[in-house]
């Protein structure tokens, strides 16, 4: 195959380095297996190799791939879990790549170049894992990656390389998930914890609706008020962001999580009580379901006298289709308990939360929840007007 008409992104192992290259691309018929490769995704290709394996390039098609934005592709490549190298390469929105090889018989030439050390020490069980951020590749077929032999290579051709073998390409796509409640305001701050468990570089993005399903500005320490927060993490690492000041006027709201499936977004609820101390509460991320389950309990807790709350969210994960959500609540015998909780259409990507029913006050039980479209959940305890905590929410399947 030629490189004019098949090159999207290739590296280079040459006498212990890595050359990262790209060629004109030559757009062709989308296959079925096309994909996006996009912010969250990894690319990762799995392969064995003998010593004698110097020179090696890896090739992204580029038979049917468009670009979108300005992508920044990072790829690092592994001996098992060690890490041999890492390199960026940023691609201009105008669709290709271009300037390839260093090479004393061709116009291409090197664009950078990593050490790689032991990559000719012996057979290795070696990845090459790629992430994109900053843009975005349609049409994307993972099927048309292969490894090459730069020792071998014409002007514009390459041929497969003998000694090493390609035993996985794997296209992992974003995950996607939410988390169904935030507050700030009206003495509440959000906490967001993002962490990669990964050894690998790893992109996430979360988006912020208010009730309506409308994207909502949350005003973030040292960046100020967004829609979305994005950011990338380096292997194994953890992030801190924080939203809102206790003061303000309360604002609540759900979010979106597309991330490198490695990811996970905690949130926290962070309230000033009115005894001057801080209580926090934990938002999980919800996968998403259709029906739910969770306990309530409006008793008086016999300690203070203090009355003990019970409310909960619900975040429509559907941005087509609005969600008629029913809830039973039953007391602790199971008896139902008519017209105690009422919920009302969500919209698409909207948001309900509410912790007053009058008609379960002095009542223990469970809400058992289903929705037309897929929803998430979060349950809030109370005890007083202070100390918060959050309870388990079922997935029923």
Known sequence: ???????????????????????????????????????????????????????????????????????????????????????????????????NFSSPTSPYQALATISFGAINAGTINGRMVTTVSGGAITNFNPARVFLYDAQSKSANSYVPLGDATLTGITLNPPATSSLPHFVFGGGFVMGFYVLNASDEPATFTVNFYDDSGKPVSLPFTGTGPSTSLTDNLAARALKYYEAGTYGTALVEGSASVTATPSVTVQALMRRQGSDGSFYEAAVEPAAGYKEFLLPFDATKFTTTGDQIYTGFAVANLDAVNAAAVTCTARDSSANPIAGAVSVPALSPLGHWANASFPLLVGLRGTLDCTSTTTVGAIAIRAIGTNAISTLPVLPVH
């Open 1 to 99: 195959m030629g490189i004019q008409d098949r090159t999207l992104f290739s590296q280079r192992c040459s006498a212990g380095r890595m050359f990262l290259a790209a060629a004109v691309a030559v757009l062709t018929v989308v296959p079925a297996s096309a994909a996006t490769f996009g912010p969250g995704s990894q690319l990762v290709a799995t392969f064995t190799t003998k010593a004698n394996s110097s020179d090696l390039i890896f090739f992204f098609d580029n038979d049917v791939a468009t670009f979108t934005g300005s992508p920044v592709f990072t790829t690092s490549i592994y001996d098992g879990q060690t890490l041999l190298g890492t390199v960026t390469y940023t691609v201009a929105s105008t669709g290709t790549f271009v300037a």
